[in-house]
């Protein structure tokens, strides 16, 4: 996956499909289209949902990305772009849309994108690109987690996985699209429309009785903006004199974090199942369960995120994990439950047994 550079969404959020009320008002803006097929593909601001459309010869040429849009959540129909009164039909989502919506926004993307491949006749999308990216028309990807997003209570945090390259990534949704997602769903993947050389997640969902497709700009946990290999700070330029830690963990798992100045032992917190800290711009280290990570950056209006995985106990038994080279106790227990960790490799020994594991930023081990 490529790097992150993730759009924050308007948190105002009604449980409607579109965030339009008022027919004629515009509630999004043109992302992409495909100048052969006269397909425009348009975004709603408030909830991501994408809407396809066909035009005329005329408007094809000169509609362009960022473009108002208005659609009638009545009669389905687009009844305006850049205020001038229209009447074109939304296309109804299918399984086939996606490809559709992905195919048009690399055909606008006139420019190569490095490492996609080579553009076809005309300036045409890469279509072994197109094939790669795709795989023929199926996901590249499916959901693996949905937690509430502890810095934007509007949003939950959706993490997904390549199944090819094993990559995982993850998108911010307002929740009454997220509620309708679960673990398993299929995710595409195209380039994002605003910034090329970064992704864009499509899913697609039943909300409030109807199927959609709506689409997010997404992060690679490998590769964001700024990344070290146990955190990644994502630019979200927020005003705000604070920058946020935090870190995505299921509900009930057991979590506890000391916070100290880099390279100190005062103690600036010290708290147990809290996720998410506001803090001055700076350098922290941080210990869980004896796990010391050292020189975590906190940057003013900007968020880092702890990469996190939870290790299962399903059973009530004794067990112990340790460091990977079994030198230090981190956790000793006898209780079933889970516990979230930061993500590396630990030796666990369990009934008796010795197992190496490894922790997987936004996946789960279960013993």
Request: with cysteine; proline share 7%.
């Amino acid at each position: 996956m490529k790097k992150l550079l993730i759009s924050l969404l308007v948190c105002g959020i009604h449980v409607s499909t579109y965030a339009q009320t008022t027919p004629g008002e515009p509630c999004c803006n043109i992302i992409a289209r495909d100048i052969k097929k006269n397909l425009v593909v348009a975004r709603d601001n408030t909830t991501g949902r994408l809407t396809t459309f066909k035009t005329d010869n005329l408007d094809i040429n000169g509609i362009k990305k960022g473009d108002p849009v208005s659609i009638d959540l009545q009669t389905k129909k687009i009844t305006a772009i850049s205020g001038a009164v229209r009447n074109y039909p939304a296309i109804q989502p299918d399984r086939a849309q996606p490809v559709g919506i992905l195919i048009a926004l690399q055909i606008d993307n006139a420019e190569t994108i490095s490492g996609i491949g080579t553009p076809g006749p005309n300036g045409a999308a890469p279509i072994n690109d197109i094939k790669t990216k795709i795989n023929y028309g199926e996901p590249c990807c499916s959901i693996i987690n949905i937690q509430p997003d502890p810095a934007e209570p509007c949003c939950s945090i959706v993490s997904f996985k390549n199944s090819t390259s094993g990559v995982s990534s993850q998108f911010k949704a307002p929740k009454n699209i997220s509620n309708n997602l679960k673990t398993s769903d299929a995710v595409y993947v195209a380039p994002d429309p605003a910034e090329p050389i970064n992704d864009f997640a499509i899913v697609q969902t039943n909300a409030n009785g109807q199927m959609a497709s709506y689409g997010y700009p997404a992060t690679s946990a490998g590769t964001g903006e700024k990344t070290n290999a146990k955190w990644v700070v994502n630019k979200v330029n927020a005003k705000s004199g604070t920058g946020k830690l935090f870190v995505t963990l299921p509900e009930n798992t057991a979590w506890d974090m000391t916070i100290f100045p880099a390279g100190s032992d005062k103690v600036l917190s010290n708290t147990m199942l809290q996720y998410s800290f506001s803090l001055l711009p700076g350098s922290y280290d941080l210990e869980i369960n004896h796990i010391k990570i050292t020189s975590v950056p906190v940057e003013k209006g900007n968020t880092t995120r702890l990469k996190t995985g939870v290790l299962h106990i399903t059973n009530p038994t004794s067990w112990t994990l340790y460091d990977e080279a079994k030198k230090i106790v981190l956790i000793n227990s006898s209780s079933a439950g889970k516990r979230g960790l930061p993500i590396g490799k630990y030796k666990l020994t369990i009934m008796g047994q010795d197992a190496s594991i490894e922790i997987k930023d936004g996946e789960t081990v279960e013993m």
